[in-house]
C-alpha cells in the first residue's frame, strides 16, 4: 500500500540531544552520589524494554531508597534542558530538505515525542521546521505508552498502519511500531543506538542520514 504518513521522533532524530540528556542527568543526580556517564545511559538504552523517557531513566537510576525523590529530580532536569537546549542540541542536517521531499509526493508528516510541549514546538522552531509537520504529539496528551500516541496521530491523518513509518532511534522505538501495528525506519545519527542493536529487535531498514532516509522511504 501506497505511504501515506512519516511519523518523526524528536530527540536523536531530528534534534541531536543525546548531550543535552547527559548533562541534565549528570547535574541532577551528582546530589545522590551519582556520576552518570554515557556508558550508563547507552546501558539503559541497550535495554528494549525500558522506557525512552528522561523520568523513566532517573527512575530507574536512583537507588531504591531515594526512587521517592525521582518525580522532583526530573522536574530539575527538565527546568535545567528547558534553559540549555539551544546552547547544546544540534539540529539534524537534512531534516527540513527530508520532510518537504515527502510533502512534495503528498505524504503527511508528524511529530511524536515524550518531550514537553513548549520545548518540542519551540526546537522545531529553532530548527526552522516549525510549519512543516501537520502536527506535533508530545506528553501534553498524555499516552503512557508510545505506541498509543503514534495511532493517535494515524486516527487523525487517516492513516492505516501500513500506510504509516514511524522513524525512532532506539530498541524501544522499534517494539513502539510493532505494537502500534506500522513500519519503522531506524536512525543511527544521534547516537542512541546502533545500527546492530535497532536491527536485533527487528528493525529491518536502519539510516545514519536524513539523505538515506529519503531513500529507503521510496
Known amino acids: ?21 547527559l548533562e541534565a542527568f549528570r547535574k541532577e543526580l551528582a546530589p545522590y552520589g551519582i556520576d552518570y556517564t554515557e556508558k550508563m545511559l547507552d546501558a539503559y538504552e541497550a535495554d528494549p524494554k525500558n522506557p525512552n523517557a528522561h523520568r523513566a531513566v532517573i527512575a530507574y ?24 537546549w539551544k546552547r547544546i542540541v544540534k539540529p539534524a542536517p537534512g531534516a527540513g530538505e527530508a520532510m518537504l521531499g515527502l510533502k512534495a509526493r503528498g505524504i ?19 530548527m526552522g521546521i516549525g510549519g512543516l509537520p501537520d502536527f506535533v504529539v508530545t506528553e501534553k496528551e498524555g499516552f503512557e505508552d508510545k505506541a498509543d500516541a503514534l495511532k493517535h496521530a494515524m486516527g487523525r491523518i487517516g492513516a492505516k498502519p501500513d500506510e504509516t513509518v514511524y522513524i525512532g532511534d ?26 546492530e542493536q535497532l536491527e536485533s529487535v527487528g528493525a529491518e531498514k536502519v539510516v545514519s542520514s536524513m539523505k538515506e532516509l529519503a531513500k529507503a522511504l521510496r
Not at 537507588?63 to 540549555?84: I, Q, S
Open 1 to 21: 500500500m501506497a505511504l501515506k504518513l512519516v511519523i518523526f521522533d524528536m530527540d536523536g532524530v531530528l534534534l541531536f540531544s543525546k548531550q543535552l540528556y
Open 61 to 84: 537510576t536512583l537507588p531504591p531508597e531515594r526512587k521517592k525523590d525521582a518525580p522532583l529530580v526530573a522536574d530539575r532536569a527538565e527546568e535545567f534542558m528547558t534553559k540549555n
Open 108 to 126: 503527511k508528516v508528524v511529530v511524536a515525542t515524550n518531550a514537553n510541549y513548549d520545548y518540542a514546538v519551540a526546537a522545531l522552531e529553532w
Open 170 to 195: 532506539v530498541m524501544a522505538d522499534v517494539l513502539v511500531a510493532k505494537r502500534a501495528g506500522c513500519g519503522f525506519v531506524g536512525f543511527v545519527g544521534g547516537r542512541f543506538n546502533t545500527k
